[in-house]
């Protein structure tokens, strides 16, 4: 192997140098048309954007301006004041005095409580002798108790300054006989007058009245 090195390096430089040439003595044909097909372009449509119109800011308020420091030392001009200082000597001179001061008004809120009717006051009126009392002067009519009627008569009153009762007047009846029983009692009534700030007042009240049969044996 070793001897036939050398021929066989020779016979490859050999035919590599004859590829070689050939391949440089060939004629490249080449075509010269050329053709470049370009693409159609997109249309691109344009459209009209409105204009926004801009707000136009007012400009800012002006600043106050800076007060002035003045100096103590600096004087002001001085005004000239003219005062009449003439005196007529002939002129009366009024010794009369002031006014009088007008008469003190009456206390309103006196003469309100004279016309006022009070529903609730300080000191309420109390009945001299008590409701029991009062119960005994009942004379109950014949014909209701025949009837067998019975029942309570509710009165609205009032309590004068003197503690006399004025206008009663029957709000709850049970019969006609009975409520004019109840109204003549109720007139006998006799109370210790309301007092409003330690005045007596007119003060407004109401008070049953109560009828009933005694049982029979």
């Known amino acids: 192997m070793k001897s036939q090195y050398g021929t066989t390096l020779q016979i490859g430089f ?17 075509d010269d048309t050329f053709e470049v097909a370009l693409s159609e372009q997109d249309v691109v449509v344009m459209e009209e954007v409105a204009q926004t119109e801009q707000e136009i800011k007012a400009p800012p308020p002006p600043r106050p301006a800076a007060p002035v420091e003045v100096a103590n030392d600096v004087v002001l001009e001085q005004e000239t004041l003219d005062f009449d200082a003439t005196l007529d000597l002939n002129e009366s001179l009024d010794l009369s005095g002031p006014p009088e001061p007008p008469a003190p008004e009456p206390n309103e809120e006196e003469e309100t409580y004279e016309e006022e009717i009070f529903v609730v006051v300080e000191d309420q009126p109390e009945l001299i002798g008590g409701l029991a009392e009062l119960q005994k002067e009942i004379k109950y009519p014949n014909l209701a108790q025949k009837a067998g009627i019975e029942g309570r008569v509710f009165v609205q009153f009032v309590v004068n300054e003197n503690g006399d009762v004025v206008n009663p007047t029957v709000i709850r009846g049970r019969h006609p006989l009975l409520d004019a029983e109840a109204l003549r009692v109720i007139r006998l009534a006799k109370f210790e007058p309301g007092r409003q700030r330690g005045k007596a007042v007119k003060v407004q009240l109401a008070m049953p009245v109560t009828f009933k049969l005694k049982d029979k044996k």
Not at 15 to 25: D, F, R, V
């Open 14 to 30: 050999v035919l590599a140098l004859s590829i070689l040439l050939g391949l440089t003595a060939l004629r490249f044909e080449t």
